[in-house]
């Protein structure tokens, strides 16, 4: 075990730091900046079923659910198709209308999960067309549905899942990127530029490890606290879902994620100075929201750890810790914003002496209802 985990004292650890290698792994082959092409099979041979699709579905759960959240806002605002991102234990169960007309996303790490595996079942018995996000090849998931894509992230031991998490955006954008190509909402310069960043963000997710000493230091200063909140808008606000979920994971710490502008709705009387709130604030679009935000926590006496895009100085002024993260194009920040969230959180686990790698009551595939 000691060599599976190759030098690291956890396999979380290890696929966290696996990360850049592990989205490289994810769209090479696939994307061809110099041919400007994204090639996929299983898009490229059903691509009529996504560009006359009337919406999209995403069913998933836990983590692969955030990500589907994330790919919400990625294929509406790039793709304009319309999107709805479903709990597969409640899909299944709620008597969805679906028709042959929609295309079902289903995302999951393992493939085996058991309430993805039903709702995939039911939306072919209606008709709809079927495509699965898969990390394990020729699982259960894998073999159900129709096509499908791998994210290739290799094998994910750790039970609170991160390489997934990543790989799965990844390949969500890589299909949103083609079809608004197809579907001539983007020019080639457009497309060319998103593939460019795309090819940029390993390296940009490398220099965001380098934060690890700093994340350490602050996870050091919360490691007791009982409560924490997450709070991201746009693009961002499944991160603070899946940064709060990271937390509870795997050290037991009660941790709510929110957007940011639903906190004046209910978790802001919960704010005093014993409440870290964990800010996700790149200077992208909502950037000046999120400002008046952080001010609203800060006159609370609320304890503000920000994760900015380097060089932020107003953020800087305001927050108690702030970790920098490179700039990138909006829709591809969850690919950075995530990783100082996974790191706090392993941190904060192991200062607390938990079993990071497998937390109580836990499993790493579901495979029961
Ligand atoms: C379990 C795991 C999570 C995972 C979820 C969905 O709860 O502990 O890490 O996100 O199942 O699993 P899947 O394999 O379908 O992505």
Not at 96 to 112: F, H, M, N, Y
Not at 211 to 231: G, M
Not at 343 to 349: D, N, V
Request: with cysteine; proline share 4%; hydrophobic share 40%.
């Amino acid at each position: 075990e000691q060599i599976e985990k190759g030098g690291y004292e956890h396999f979380m650890l290890k696929e966290i730091y696996e990360q850049p290698r592990a989205i490289l792994d994810t769209y090479r082959g696939r994307l061809l900046s110099q041919q400007g092409l994204i090639k996929m099979a299983g898009i490229d041979q059903n691509l009529e079923k996504f560009q006359n699709a009337n919406r999209i579905i995403i069913v998933a759960c836990g983590t692969s659910w955030h990500a589907g959240l994330v790919a919400e806002y990625i294929f509406e605002d790039l793709a304009r198709i319309p999107v709805e991102v479903e709990y597969a234990s409640e899909f299944r169960y709620r008597n969805p209308v679906i028709t042959d007309k929609d295309v079902l996303i289903a995302i999951s790490q393992s493939g085996e999960t058991a309430d993805t595996l039903a709702a995939i079942k039911l939306a072919k018995e209606k008709g709809a067309f079927v495509f699965g996000v898969c990390n394990v090849v020729g699982s259960s998931i894998a073999r159900e549905t129709d096509a499908g894509a791998y994210t290739h992230a290799g094998p994910e031991i750790g039970v609170a899942s991160t390489k997934a998490f990543t790989t799965q955006i990844t390949v969500l954008m890589l299909i949103a990127l083609k079809l608004a190509m197809k579907k001539g909402i983007f020019s080639q310069s457009k497309f060319h530029e998103f593939l460019t960043e795309l090819e940029n963000i390993p390296s940009k997710v490398e220099q965001t490890l380098k934060q690890d000493k700093l994340v350490k230091e602050i996870a050091a200063v919360y490691k007791d606290s009982p409560n924490c909140l997450y709070l991201g808008r746009g693009y961002n606000f499944p991160v603070a879902l899946e940064g709060a979920l990271k937390l509870k994971e795997i050290s037991y710490i009660h941790a709510e994620g929110y957007p940011a502008a639903e906190m004046k709705h209910g978790p802001i009387a919960l704010i005093d100075e014993q409440m870290p709130v964990i800010v996700i604030a790149p200077k992208k679009g909502h950037y000046e929201k999120l400002i008046s935000n952080i001010q609203e926590i800060k006159s609370r006496k609320g304890k503000i750890i920000a994760v900015v895009t380097e060089g932020d100085t107003s953020i800087r002024e305001l927050a108690d810790h702030v970790i920098g993260i490179p700039d990138t194009l909006e829709s591809l920040t969850p690919l950075l914003t995530t990783i100082p969230l996974q790191l706090l959180s392993y941190h904060i686990a192991v200062m607390r002496g938990c079993n990071v790698d497998q937390p109580r009551n836990l499993a790493k595939s579901v495979t029961v209802e």
